[in-house]
């Protein structure tokens, strides 16, 4: 019987979205038990990492951005697998080094970039990859949210809009590197292309915010082919707006995160075919995408995320790599803020990733 | 603190879709532990049930049709509280049989008509209650599905199509006992209004089912309104395709089960209004619909089953109703179920509820 | 080089919505040039038969229902084509009467069943003849209207809806006649598969109304298939919701009117496959699809209308039958009319079509 | 009783997409009578000019790019007024020309910007007029086709794929010039705002073609609010997919073309809008809407070309402005086009417009 895997949280606490998905998505698939928890930044993390050393299989940390650096080195360092948020850091030079450590370590270290977990994303990398679209030559992604709209400035603002808007805790980057990592991530994740640069036009709407929370950003692959990346905060009215489009020079594909059980493969010639998560004629070629319920039982966000925790509780367990973004991942999507932040403070340029 | 729940399990083993669902539900929201199961048809549930008496807090019922009654009446008489999956039972008898053994002991017993639990079908009901939809004239529900055209006939069916098609196991209806009741259910509990007959045509598609796999079905409420429900096994290309489009004299409503999170409120002057499941606006007048994750992030059958469970776990805490489906719905649909059966085979004839 | 047709039009004056449609279809294909009107009912439909007699090729009637059939027939008799409007007749006896007349006579009865002249109608119907559904099995139509809830009840009615609630006018029925003879035919003409049955349960929910502005009905096809049809008139928030869903034994099929571009056919197994009017991929084996725009440039319901009006003007001019439904189709549409009223005035009871 | 109009057309002969629907537009309203016409370019469309010249009140140009000018300025020159194919030349000079005659001439120009013309698209600058959105912060307008994909480039090409790959014909820009002027024109039409400067990444991936068939574009407008528009002609299995998402700080608009008949409002907090055209809640604010045909019977491409030529001929009729694209809008295209050109030469810099 496989051992059952144990975990602590740092971060996550009351008043947090994601903390609770991480729970959730671990007791949906009942892949470990929660044994200790820093829920609050008035405990203390460190004598947490302490307590559970030796003992918790790996760590999730879900703190604001600027401690993920830290309680992810920490805990790497005391021997733990680490499931860390997005962005994985507040800088490159942090990213590569949680990167080294454990790779040296011989740790894994998870990011829950949520959509690759989405079945019929993977499915879309999967017929990328089988050449179903030929070559990718554009490809055009959204991340639309409107939470910035849906906060009274006329009051404080709540802890969680709070602390991304402030540079001190969220970093060199509000949209960017909130949300846009995820649209860059699925950019490459489905593609299997490397941006090569990117030139971004960042903007700052929301009263008194002094980072970005709007951006418009081209991108350039390896190999000639381009990409358009929007994100914003201040899209009014859009709760969650990812919508990936991948035009090939055979066919296209077209997924939408708010209707995540639908994959729209168009082509040139012939009907467009739409795909759904856990059709029975997918089981055959593709078991991941049919497992938990039936087609027609929608599946949503906590189930994609359970998917990347099923990957990584994998690994865990075999201490060899599954499918699951991880350092690798979390370094790009820090050059991608790197890079957009720089680009946009040149006024235009392009940058290299 | 809250005192920690303990349940049971009888059926929902290997092949099984609906067990594995009401574990991961109750897991989802950490509702209570599963402490034993009888999983399979060789074991004895009697025994289990001895077993877990005095300690479990309720025991879950996912066998197929045939064994509902008994093992229901056998929980609820060891003093058990009861989630019993649809059909309640076999016959109306039985199905009264049960509700007045849980009204008697002062037991919980409740069915999960899993999409009475979707947060937009909750808020379906709250709208129709307070009048936006005038006066209810006309529903019109489907609930088709292709499952039996997924089959191949010429090799021996799998377990649960067996057990599906066997009048022994399943009862005397098929589509309409498995399916239909949801429909039914739906119809009632979101208009509020009593079916007082319906007219039934019954078909069987499937070679060699010896049961209903397409029904088409009128109904006539209490007051006047009138609805018509169609439901199929043998839907080719349908996943789950519930439908359900309620009109009233001042607006009528859409909701479709494979996209969930979307209510479309439509009225005679006025654009259309979509109302989205976790919608900050939601929250005020309707604090359930936006508990577990924000607008945007897909919520889907699992989370509506879970709803059910949250509702029942707090009854059988409380040991008072909450907001789920129980004997009294049980009922209703076990008196449909047979009214369907004998209308259909007097080729036509309006039957009372 | 063509012969120009000549046309004269009863009916269509001021306030009427077929009318101008009618006008608007001849001209958007430049198929015929209108000489003649008698648009009010203050003007004599028999002198201006008499006037065009042997000058216009065919004569549109767009009058209320009481006054299609001797129209209809004074034309006929004065040796020209006809377009007249659905409901052919107020009885099944005067449909079947003018399709003698014109029959005889070697005369053109078309009538403007819109939604047969939709290319992906066609295409449906054409799918269907191939064998791609397989064997027919259940027919599921809607054709939802809200008109009669735009009314302002406290004032006198508009011309349109007084004669459509007037049993003098209207005939026996007023949805059935209107709208439920469109889904009827469109049931016959995608299956191809003839009604034996049929079983309706009629309402009036309109204030004052006499005739029935809601139905349900049963229908069962020779050789054993079934079909369900609601319509309606008081379906709040609907403007013209004809949905079409065809379920073979190999895939099924799915066409909306409102979103007229597109045809939906689901598989068994393999994903769903979307048909665009016009696509290239269409060109090939079936040219009419593709005449007019490109895919993408949407056409509606004008141009399904004039789709009808060039199969009739090509057989105006070549005496030979082309693709538009005509006396056949308006007998077998009264008497679906027939039936369901007697059906329903006997509670429910199968009616032989 | 009105004066009847008359008109000649160049171009739009054999092959040609446009010209039958300028001339569909124009019978659909039966709107003028078409006089004379130069369908080749084999034939003389000067001494057409000279023939119509004082008869005709308009001429249609249909033609190839490159010809545009030289047609509208003999038309202009003429004393007739010009409805002119976009782009309205290949050069910013020229189309200032024609303006600069157009305007000392009293003369009509229009450029038949399609979309302007839809509705919804109307009813879309009303609302942001009217404030409902509040202050325009983000603009995302996509114009996808997969035109060039359709090609099969082992053969010689069509005459019109020919063209527009030809930068002889076409001028400096092949989809910027083609289609991406029809997103920048909806942009500021339905906004309002203009546009300050742009930044454009060309590409050109069709085997073969010298001319951009991929764009991505950013946007400045006076005022500080941001776009992004992505243009193509290779995005596969796209027919001719218009989005256009525009976000205000108060609500958002959502139109797609090819669904044109509806236009979705979100709002920060409150349900979401569908607006359908034709409905009779506009009717009384917003006439124009719902003229033609009732809500849910399509109105679609031809209806919305056709509105630009009521439009147009209303003024070749009153002699003074209605409401339809001209010389303003043709040349802010044209300045479009070459600061997207510039733009994309200097690999990434703003270029004001």
Redesign the interface.
Known sequence: MEKRLKYAMVGGGAGS?IG??H??AV????LADLIDGCYSSKDDWRAMIERVKGEADFVAVCTPNDSHYPIAKAALEAGMDVMCEKPLSLTVAEAEELGRIAGEGGRMLAIPFTYTGAPMVKLARDLVARGE??AI??T?I?Y???SF??IDFSKPLDKRNAWKMDPARSGPSCVVADIGVHAFTLAEYITGLKTESI?A?L?S?APGNRLDD?A?I?M?FSG?A???I?T?K????????VRV?I??????LFWE?????RL?????????????R????LAAEWPAAAA????????????AFANIYREFCAAVRDRKPHDFPGAREGVRAMRFVEAAVASSAA????RRI
């Open positions: 979205f609770p998905v729970r959730m007791r949906l698939d009942d679209l030929g030559c554009k055009v959204e639309q949210q409107g709209r849906k030139l036009d903007s709407f709007d418009s081209l350039r000639g381009k990409a358009s929007v914003s201040i899209a009014t009215g859009e709760d969650n707006g489009r035009y090939g020079d055979r066919a296209s995160q708010e209707s995540p059980e729209v493969v168009k082509y040139a010639t012939g009907p467009d075919r739409t795909y759904r856990g059709a029975k004629y938990r319920i039936p087609a027609g039982h929608p599946e949503g966000f906590i189930e006024d235009g340029v392009w």
